[in-house]
């Protein structure tokens, strides 16, 4: 059996920066054990599959797999995804909904001379928090997982806890670029801290920017088999930002983030995330940003 799939950069609007995806389309008579094969053989963070919808008011049903597992939900493969159907080869219109393990996940798609130029998703879940660790014990142990200094940990705004909106991440703040670019994890430390935070997959942030366009920059590395670094995290920063605004002492306002991650990794991507709140309430998280075409081909299984 053959089958068409097309490669793209997320989140940049450079070829070879932001995160890869890999996506295969009319996947329906593939089984998830050949969905994980293909997945680990791009060995890209996540790899997509397009099947047609169960309910045929929604766009498509969209699974995702990292190499080693599928998940509920992710921000890059949605907007590759939707970067890839909305060309006119395929010629599917904005909005597209999605079917996900985690729900249905909006994707609008704004467009140019007939192509994409923009997509942002609507999560489908608000956001959920975990508990606070905040003893000396869990800072001390933190630091030695990434290699740096229990100065460099910032909690003025909060103490490192979990955030989702669907996908699992453990928010942290550093006080400053500096010591986001000496981040360097340590795996026993790492498995160590993981016993207390419940959660495998850490988002580093700081708002020391020094950039007047950008207002956090940021590093997620998770544990896929190895511990791997992530060039572009929708996921993560749409939890991160839903987190933030949360804290934010305002009951109801919209807040814009403007993220900047891969930079340590040679992968410069941008994401653009906004967040309504209402009485106290996060009601909606969105996150968007651009992606360039970089392969297609077709796969033999």
């Known amino acids: ?51 047609p919808p169960e309910n045929s008011s929604n766009t498509a049903n969209v699974r995702i797999f990292t190499p080693d597992q599928e998940l509920g939900f992710a921000g890059h493969p949605n907007i590759g995804t939707a970067w890839v159907l909305a060309d006119p080869a395929f010629g599917k219109r904005s909005p597209m909904v999605f079917e996900e393990l985690a729900g249905l996940v909006q994707v609008d798609v ?21 508990s606070e660790l905040s003893s000396a014990e869990h800072k001390q142990l933190l630091s030695e997982a990434l290699s740096i200094a ?48 419940k959660c495998f997959a850490i988002h580093l942030y700081t708002r020391a920017t020094e950039r007047r366009d950008i207002d956090i920059c940021c590093r997620m590395f998770a544990t896929l088999g190895n511990i791997r670094e992530d060039p572009a995290t929708g996921s993560a920063n749409c939890a991160l930002a839903g987190l933030l605004a949360h804290l ?6 919209e807040y814009t983030y403007r993220i900047a991650q891969g930079v340590e990794m040679g992968r410069p991507s941008k994401l653009i995330a906004r967040v ?26």
């Open 150 to 197: 229990p100065g460099d940990l910032c909690t003025d705004n909060h103490y490192p806890r979990n955030a989702s909106t669907g996908l699992e991440f453990h928010c942290v703040e550093l006080n400053s670029l500096s010591a986001l670019s000496r981040v360097s994890i340590n795996q026993q430390k790492w498995q160590q801290y993981t016993k207390h935070s």
């Open 1 to 51: 059996m053959q089958f068409d799939y097309y490669t793209l950069d997320v989140f940049t609007d450079k070829r070879f920066g932001g995160n890869p995806l890999a996506v295969v389309t009319n996947a329906q008579s593939l089984s998830t054990e050949q969905m994980q094969t293909i997945a680990r053989e791009f060995n890209y963070s996540e790899t997509t599959f397009i099947l």
């Open 248 to 253: 934010d002492a305002n009951h109801t306002g």
């Open 276 to 301: 309504k709140k209402t009485a106290g309430a996060i009601t909606q998280i969105k996150i968007g940003g651009t992606a360039v075409p970089v392969m297609q081909g077709t796969l033999t299984v």
């Open 110 to 130: 704004s467009f140019t001379d007939a192509k994409p130029d923009y997509a942002e998703l609507t999560t489908p879940q608000t956001v959920m928090y975990g």
